[in-house]
């Protein structure tokens, strides 16, 4: 994949450009703040470009800021966000526009290599990636409503690893079910939370934003 | 306990002192004074008043308020030249943007008001202190000196008494009442002054206590800001320093996993390990610095420890004497060691000389002194490191003394009260 990496951290933006590099991926420009990752991401097009949320000047939220102006200006263009907190109130920012390929991640996630370049790859493909961190809080945070309220205990947690971007087969290892059960799971959550069969939308993702606002 | 033989030297000292000619100054020149400056505000309140108050009635209300401002200012001054009585007036009312805020902010300056009832009530009293004392001295002039022109009356009265005696020794009981009245007027303007002073004070000077609350009140945000910020910082440090080294040095030993895993070249796996030792290293650095920062561990064996520590630490060329019969309070030891941290920090980049620094017990305060001999001419600059240093001396009631002639050297003395 090319990559366009923005993190203000020397040590870090080094270490992913070697990760990177090692497992065969171009990094195609390596910045340290919003502006500058605007233009590269203009200039290079990437598949994918993972994004620190805290950049100078203010080490708030520049990061988040540039990602959700590059999104509106190249739509589907596909951000990792990286943080080194869970902050909901930024995932359901990021999710809002509803189109897919975007992620966000702890960045202690980069110390299990091969999930963190799969959840990069994924995010590339245009899938949502949530960390589990993100996805428990999100739990905990949100007053769920009537949308998830006829969801079965099982079906909710089946939703959660959902939400963190598993695939099927992935919810079955962990929840220690068979794919079919677990598909049927799926099934039924599309249906309670009224998601149509469509080719154009990603239903699961879908699901997961459902899940984010309510 | 004054004895009798000091009486007369006492009662001559009066006349000469200093204090008995201000009040005396003090009393001749307030009635025209007050009378002046009353009349005017008087003026003033009734065209205020009188003009339709929406209109040109208010600039005129504020224009007799500042006028008062000034005229309470003015009095304040004179008492502290003449009565030697020191007040502080009430603060004027920090003014908020906007017109009516303009408005009710001026219209509700404290002094201003203050000095028009302190003129209300002055007026009245300066006039009987004026003529009760130019009677008396009238009285004492022209009996002291009957003896001298009582040949030229024939027998009439003096022109300021009607007082008259028939024969020329009589005149001088006459004249020793006068010199008793002029001997006694120390005491009898001082009785006088006093209540001005008590009216100064009353009137014109801010309540000790609101003023307290206020000085309380700004020195408690400043610690909330102080300790805000230094939370912010530490925030800042842990997350670009320490947290970013294990990061990376997660990183590094995931791929150096992976590779084992697969089958790894051993070269690469070793320059990964490598590297992650020596972000381990860097974190173990960064972290101890900062726990430093938030407390130095030297400063549990004592402030004398803990300093000499930070000089040799910090490679400043210190001389730092600690002299303390007892240990301070923690707090006070923190608040002492970080104001020296700074103090040695500003004065290392002024001067290649070494730096004194004495840490003592003046009566009930901790007095840190830190001397340099570089070139002088050190300020405190608003947001800058010296006015930082006081803003948090202030927090604890503590001060800094900036002695800094162009030239050199500079002595900055800081002194902290030491609570019990």
Redesign the interface.
């Given at each position: 994949m090319r990559v366009v990496i923005a993190e203000d951290?020397a040590?870090?933006r080094?270490?992913?450009v070697?990760?990177l590099n090692?497992r065969g991926h171009e990094v195609v420009a390596a910045v340290a703040d919003g502006d500058s990752l605007c233009a590269a991401v203009r200039e290079h097009r990437p598949d994918v470009s993972i994004v620190d949320i805290?950049m100078p000047p203010t080490?708030t939220d520049e990061g988040l800021r540039a990602s959700i102006a590059l999104r509106a200006e190249l739509p589907g263009c596909a951000i990792l966000l990286f943080s080194?907190y869970v902050e909901t109130q930024y995932a359901t920012e990021l999710l809002a526009d509803r189109a897919g390929g975007v992620g966000y991640l702890l960045?202690?996630r980069?110390?299990?290599?091969?999930d963190f370049l799969d959840a990069l790859r994924r995010v590339a493909e245009g899938e949502t990636v949530l960390d589990p961190e993100v996805v428990s809080q999100l739990f905990t945070a949100t007053r769920k409503t009537d949308a998830l309220a006829g969801l079965t205990p099982r079906e909710r947690e089946v939703l959660g690893l959902m939400a963190e971007g598993r695939s099927n087969s992935a919810i079955a290892a962990a929840l220690f079910l068979s794919a079919g059960s677990v598909e049927k799971y799926v099934s039924s959550i599309f249906g309670k939370l009224a998601l149509p069969q469509s080719e154009g939308d990603n239903r699961r993702v879908l699901a997961v934003l459902r899940y984010l606002e309510s | 306990m004054i004895t009798r033989l000091a009486l007369p030297g006492r009662v001559l000292g009066a006349q000469l002192s200093r204090a008995y000619w201000g009040e005396l100054a003090w009393v001749i020149i307030g009635a025209p004074l007050t009378l002046a400056f009353a009349v005017l505000v008087v003026l003033g309140l009734i065209l205020g008043a009188g003009l339709s108050l929406l209109t040109i009635g208010v600039p005129v209300l504020i224009g007799v308020l500042a006028g008062a401002r000034l005229i309470g200012i003015a009095h304040v001054g004179l008492a502290r030249a003449l009565l030697g009585t020191t007040v502080t007036p009430p603060a004027r009312p920090e003014l908020r943007p906007g017109l009516w805020n303009a408005v009710k902010g001026r219209l509700g300056d404290p002094l201003g008001w203050r000095s028009i009832a302190y003129l209300v009530i002055r007026l009245p009293l300066s006039l009987i202190e004026f003529f009760l004392v130019a009677t008396l001295f009238v009285y004492a002039v022209s009996t002291l000196s009957y003896p001298l022109f009582w040949f030229t009356l024939h027998g009439e009265a003096m022109p300021t008494f009607d007082l008259r005696v028939d024969t020329w020794p009589l005149t001088l009981p006459l004249a020793a009442t006068g010199l008793a009245v002029l001997l006694a007027m120390p005491w009898v303007v001082r009785g006088l002054t006093e209540f001005d002073r008590l009216l100064v004070r009353g009137v014109l000077g801010a309540e000790d206590l609101s003023k307290r609350v206020r000085d309380l009140e700004r020195s408690r945000a400043t610690a909330v800001d102080d300790a805000t910020r230094r939370l912010r910082r530490i925030e800042r440090d842990l997350h670009d320093g320490a947290q970013a080294q294990l990061v990376a040095l997660a990183m590094k030993l995931g791929i150096a996993k992976d590779e084992l895993a697969g089958d790894g070249d051993i070269e690469q796996v070793t320059a990964l390990v490598t590297a992650a030792h020596a972000n381990a290293k860097q974190a173990l650095v960064e972290l101890r610095d900062l726990a430093r920062g938030i407390h130095p561990a030297a400063l549990d064996a004592g402030l004398d420890v803990a300093l000499s520590t930070l000089a040799a630490g910090s490679g400043i060329d210190a001389r730092i004497t600690v002299d303390l019969p007892s240990r301070p309070s923690p707090s006070i030891e923190t608040i002492a060691y970080f104001t020296v941290a700074e103090l040695l920090t500003n004065a290392a980049k002024h001067t290649s000389s070494a730096i004194e620094v004495d840490v003592g017990i003046v009566g009930d305060d901790l007095r840190l002194v830190v001397r340099d001999g570089g070139e002088g001419g050190a300020r405190p600059v608003r947001g800058g490191g010296l006015a930082g240093i006081a803003e948090r001396l202030a927090t604890v009631d503590g001060g800094l003394d900036i002695d800094s002639p162009p030239g050199g050297p500079t002595v900055i003395s800081a002194e902290i009260p030491l609570r019990k």
């Open positions: 951290s040590i870090l080094a270490g992913l070697e990760l090692l805290r080490h080194q960045k202690d980069v110390a299990e290599v091969s | -």
